[in-house]
């Protein structure tokens, strides 16, 4: 008895050392870089390369550290927020987000903020790579007109955001003022065919999404939380259709993700791939084979991936009618040979209608028009509003150059269906559709839902369409839905 207890605590014994002795192995072979000796000396000096969204500076490949010059200016500009609407942002370099910044870890950075002088406020940057009071805002304050200068050394390696942090400190970042800034290895990250730079941001405007003119910011609306626009880069399809990043199939790709805020946290995504590799949080700690990752306000990640197949990866926040309703979606365009042995598309399709015959509807039940007298509305007012409606409606199924999906959904341009209905596709919006049909030559059997949507809403949609696709042009009229759906 004695015996045996003697060699159960042996073996106890020596499983814990032998623990133990892989554990001190691990942790010595995956132990993150700290902070680098700050006594090292730098040789030469370089003025550093900035970039705008999406785009990321080139690979440093000097082997020594150096003193790094940033020149940064603050601008404050009307520009674009989405199709027609228009907002005053305050940025970093005249671009939201501002400048991509690429330096080492142990490079001693000497950075100049300049404050054009057509500027109304004060301005300075807190830069979270910064060890130092307000990283870097305290010494960067600076009226229009005016520059400041420090210097800083880059202690530790990561993917760091920057932001104004001038009172009130949440307005100056709402209206556009951040960035990020890469403190990568002395010998750099491993190399990749792309690196992308993607920030996600919220706008409060005095209106709602989509309505038309100059949008003044709403502090009440930001401190409740409640954004109107969740953007990728700064504006809604900054970085999607014509804009898209475009790479080819069998590349791989790095995104710098940043999440500028100021209220909510990202929960990043990119539909039709998975990360082969996340820097989490942005830092040195990596994981592996992810689908979402998050990305806090005022935090970052990198992700890594191939791609494998062509075709569209939408990049988006999961919290998913922020992508889809509010302007959180950017795109990648690969561009190749299609590749069987990894995906094949649709192999076959049959109706299935487990609940029965009847048409799903997206609605409550209830007609969603409550505007009797609303006024008809010119040409471009109904092309202003379908483009808004279509987005947020119709392009998930019917792409955003109305092309559809082949063998799944029509195509919407020039489509020999559409064009031949008396009704101009009023009834389908309202009825929705179901059953085999033939568009342009081509057959397609699937269920379009109805939706519910006031009579101005469903006439401004089919104008988007027949004039934006190809369909013959003219002006739909609320009136003639109106009277489509009184004879139903």
């Given amino acids: ?29 995956e132990k993150p870089a700290g902070p680098v000796d700050y006594e090292l000396a730098v040789q030469g000096e370089v003025l550093a390369e900035l970039t705008d969204a999406p785009f990321v500076p ?43 910044i690429r330096v080492r870890q142990g490079d001693l950075v000497e950075f100049h903020l300049h404050n054009h002088p057509d500027n109304m406020l004060p301005h300075n940057i807190d830069l979270h790579a910064v060890t130092g009071p307000g990283g870097g805002a305290e010494a960067s304050l600076v009226a229009p007109g005016k520059s400041a200068q420090f210097s800083f050394r880059a202690l530790n390696q990561g ?35 792309h690196e992308f730079y993607v920030m996600q941001s919220e706008f409060y405007t005095a209106g709602k999404f989509g309505e038309k003119g100059h949008q003044e910011f709403d502090m009440q609306k930001a401190l409740d939380e409640k954004p109107d626009y969740v ?6 399809g900054a970085s999607a259709g014509d804009n898209a990043m475009k790479v080819k ?26 990360f082969d590799k996340v820097y989490v949080e942005g830092g040195t700690l990596i994981n592996r084979d992810v689908q979402t990752t998050l990305v806090p306000a005022g935090g970052s990640a990198i992700v890594e991936f191939k791609c494998e197949v062509p ?27 299609e590749n069987h042995q990894v995906y094949t598309g649709k192999e076959k399709e049959e109706v299935y209608l487990p609940e029965g015959s009847a048409i799903q509807r997206i609605s409550s039940g209830k007609q969603a028009d409550s505007e009797e007298s609303l006024p008809e509305k010119s040409l471009d007012e109904r092309l202003a509003a379908g483009k808004t409606l279509y987005n947020q409606n ?15 959904f029509p195509p919407l341009v020039n489509s020999d269906f ?62 003639e839905v109106k009277d489509w759906r009184n004879k139903e």
Wanted: glycine residues 12%; proline residues 3%; aromatic residues 6%.
């Fill in 1 to 29: 008895m004695k015996t045996s207890l003697i060699r159960s605590t042996l073996t106890i014994l020596i499983i814990s050392l032998g623990s133990a002795a892989l554990w001190l192995s691990c942790s010595r072979s």
């Fill in 58 to 100: 080139a690979r440093i490949n000097q082997k020594t550290n150096t003193k790094v010059i940033v020149n940064l200016e603050v601008i404050e500009q009307v520009m674009r927020l989405a199709d027609g609407v228009e907002y005053t942002f305050w940025t970093f370099g005249g671009k939201v987000p501002g400048k991509f």
């Fill in 159 to 193: 993917l760091y955001v920057y932001h104004c942090a001038t009172a009130p400190v949440g307005m100056h970042i709402a209206n556009g003022m951040y960035g990020l800034i890469l403190v990568e290895p002395l010998e750099g990250l491993p190399p990749v065919d």
């Fill in 231 to 236: 953007v990728m880069n700064g504006a809604v």
């Fill in 249 to 274: 199939v069998g590349e791989t790709v790095r995104l710098y993700l940043g999440n500028g805020g100021p209220n909510l946290v990202s929960s990043f995504h990119v539909i039709g791939e998975i």
């Fill in 311 to 337: 075709g569209t990866l939408h990049l988006v926040d999961h919290s998913i009618f922020r992508a889809f309703n509010k302007g959180a979606l950017a795109q990648i365009k690969v561009a190749g040979d």
């Fill in 394 to 408: 119709c392009m998930a199924c019917h792409m955003d150059h109305g092309n559809g999906i082949a063998g799944t």
């Fill in 418 to 479: 559409l064009q031949a209905r008396a009704d101009k596709g009023i009834g389908i919006i309202l009825k929705g559709l179901q059953g085999e049909i033939q568009v342009n030559g081509q057959k397609y059997n699937n269920i379009m839902p109805a939706v519910a949507l006031s009579d101005d809403q469903v006439a401004s949609i089919l104008t988007y369409i027949y004039n934006q696709f190809d369909n013959g042009g003219g002006l739909v009229k609320a009136s």
